[in-house]
């Protein structure tokens, strides 16, 4: 299977907040998994992404935790500002195959209130 | 320009007409995708190009969707006879994806051509 889900759909934050978001993928076979953001009007951009070998990756205040034996991942959003209000969205592939082909989750609309 | 190009970016067009959408990638690029991205949905992978490979067509939702890349640069996504459902925001990228290269797996979007069928 292919499928990778993500929840929330959508999410309310104040300033200063933790956003998390949860995604969960079926096939074993994935073995790279980014978080793409993307802005109104604009394409999906990386943010930040985990290979299965490690638990937790972090870059500012963005960090990605990898739990391989619930094929489960997350991405916490600390301190989270008005400016991450993006729609965010998880995928995951086989980098192992030939190409990038990403499988994303249905994507989580995220607002920081100021 | 140092990004994925699209164009046009909003297209309006009837029911059974054909669309031609255009994807200029980030020179040097050797791999090309297409996806789909519905109102309020995530994206869905369409067609994947690599070098001179044969493309992966595999997601490809039916027969009336082509895509061609010529010199290995430029894409055009055809969608013969439009139906309704094709409403939505078709998104290129492009990456350097050099096989099992971790640090090319990063994909550049454009900012995508939003198609409306009436």
């Known amino acids: 299977q292919q499928q990778v889900k993500q929840s929330p759909q959508s999410l309310i934050v104040q300033k200063g907040g933790i956003s998390i978001i949860n995604c969960a993928y079926e096939?074993?076979?994935?073995?790279?998994f980014p978080w793409y953001q993307q802005f109104p009007g604009k394409g999906p951009a990386l943010l930040i992404a985990?290979?299965?070998?490690?638990s937790e990756k972090k870059e500012g205040r963005f960090t990605i935790s990898f739990n391989k034996s619930a094929k489960q991942f997350s991405l916490h959003i600390m301190d989270s500002q008005p400016g991450d209000s993006a729609t965010y969205f998880c995928a995951a592939s086989t980098i192992k195959a030939a190409g990038n082909k990403l499988t994303f989750g249905g994507g989580t609309r995220v607002l920081v209130k100021p | 320009g140092a990004g994925v190009s699209q164009s046009p970016s909003n297209k309006v067009t009837e029911k059974g007409k054909d669309v031609e959408l255009r994807c200029d990638p980030i020179?040097?690029?050797?791999?090309l995708y297409w996806y789909r991205q519905s109102l309020g949905q995530g994206l869905e992978f369409l067609i994947y190009f690599q070098g001179n490979s044969a493309p992966d067509k595999s997601g490809l939702p039916s027969d009336r969707f082509s895509a061609e890349r010529t010199g290995g640069s430029v894409s055009t996504l055809t969608i013969q006879r439009t139906q309704q459902e094709d409403s939505a925001v078709y998104l290129c990228?492009?990456?350097?994806?050099?096989?099992?290269?971790?640090?090319?797996?990063?994909?550049?979007f454009g900012s995508g051509t939003q198609l409306s069928v009436l």
């Open positions: 020179s040097g690029h050797t791999a």
């Open positions: 990228a492009s990456s350097l994806s050099r096989w099992r290269v971790l640090t090319n797996e990063k994909l550049f």
């Open positions: 096939n074993t076979a994935f073995d790279y």
């Open positions: 985990i290979r299965p070998d490690v």
